[in-house]
């Protein structure tokens, strides 16, 4: 598979990369500038030149990947290796005897957003939302809301539109990848509501989920939130819906004005990758172990070293408050 095919893979199974690709070459080296290799989380496609040059580069890439996943960074960077004797990583020596260049872009995993209802505010909403580079899912039950011709300016975005015609909305949402945003705005008050319970029955079990808004008004979310508590929700479950959605400064009933004030809303929280999942164990039992710095040649790119695996330069360690002397000149009279 080559390497277009392989970002293309990535992207349908909703999963991180990165794409690393030889940018320079100076002397002798096992590969071309141009050569491209895809590392996964467990698995790579393709090779930059084998030997310790490419298992560097695959740590090096894996530990992108795990920064993106905590902290959604995306930036590319790039990192110089030399290829001699005195070059030692934790993979040991390559002598070729060049210096080559390495381009490091992470594939992030696009940010999925579901929308139930595709009416009159949905559709509005699933336009402006089309122009992102999101995986969007567009659920409804009734055929002609999901024709495609009446779609063809939403399919035609940037966005993955996958369309879903189905009267159980929920198998949809129990489907839906972690982190995901859930948009309810059916045209049938008992839709919303199974919605509604799906979605926190799935936070309650421990799965992520980014917003779930619901669209209504404060009535509305009033006697939804008694009878979802009277079903066996619990409170702090129950405050992961937001109700009403938008922004309270737009007060316009028109759908798009509606549609422009929850894609604001939706887009800030993708943004700020604020999930608030509920129950979730803390961060430090589903990392997983970091991987350790390794040794060779430093890189001329930005890639981190994680803190407190390299000797600090001399003289710039920070003493203690109050051991370092006044300076005899300019001292105050006391």
């Known amino acids: 598979m080559d390497w277009l095919s392989t970002v293309q893979q990535l992207r349908r199974e909703n999963v991180p ?78 002598c070729c005897g060049g210096v080559v260049t390495l381009l490091f872009e992470p594939l992030p995993i696009r940010p999925t957003v579901a929308v139930f209802g595709v009416g009159h505010v949905g559709f509005e909403l699933a336009r402006i939302l089309s122009r992102l580079e999101i995986a969007l899912h567009l659920v409804d039950s ?4 999901l024709d495609p011709l009446r779609l063809a300016e939403i399919t035609d975005g940037a966005a993955d ?3 879903h015609r189905t009267p159980l909305g929920e198998t ?25 319970d799906a979605a926190l ?10 917003l779930v808004g619901l669209i209504g008004s404060r009535a509305k979310w009033a006697r939804f939130r008694a009878k979802l508590l009277a079903d066996g929700h619990t409170a ?33 929280r993708i943004q700020t990758r604020r999930t608030e999942p509920v129950g979730a164990p803390p961060p430090e039992l589903v990392d997983g172990p970091r991987l350790e710095p390794v040794e ?8 981190p ?30």
Request: glycine share 10%; hydrophobic share 35%; charged share 25%.
């Open 201 to 210: 029955r799935r936070i309650a079990a421990g799965h992520r989920l980014g």
């Open 17 to 94: 990369g990165v794409l690393v690709t030889v940018v320079e070459v100076r002397g002798h080296a096992p590969r071309d500038p141009g050569t491209k290799m895809v590392v996964g989380t467990d698995r790579t496609w393709g090779s930059v030149g084998g030997g310790n040059l490419e298992e560097t580069a695959i740590d090096r890439a894996r530990s992108m990947i795990a920064t993106m996943i905590d902290t959604g960074a995306t930036a590319p960077v790039t990192w110089r290796s030399a290829l001699n004797e005195h070059a030692r990583t934790a993979h040991g020596r390559q």
């Open 305 to 334: 070293e994680p803190a407190g695996t390299r000797p600090e330069p001399a003289g710039t360690r920070p003493e203690p408050a109050g051991t370092r002397p006044e300076p005899v000149e300019g001292r105050a009279r006391r």
């Open 236 to 268: 702090d479950v129950v405050t992961r819906i937001c109700s009403p959605i938008g922004l309270p400064a737009l007060t316009g009933k028109e759908p798009v004005v509606i549609a422009v004030g929850v894609a604001a809303q939706l887009i800030e």
């Open 172 to 196: 949809v949402l129990e489907r839906l990848p972690d982190d995901a945003q859930v948009l309810i705005m059916t045209h049938d008050h008992a839709e919303d509501y199974a919605l509604c």
């Open 142 to 145: 009734r055929d002609e809301q």
């Open 161 to 163: 539109v996958t369309v």
């Open 296 to 303: 060779g040649p430093e890189p001329v790119g930005t890639l």
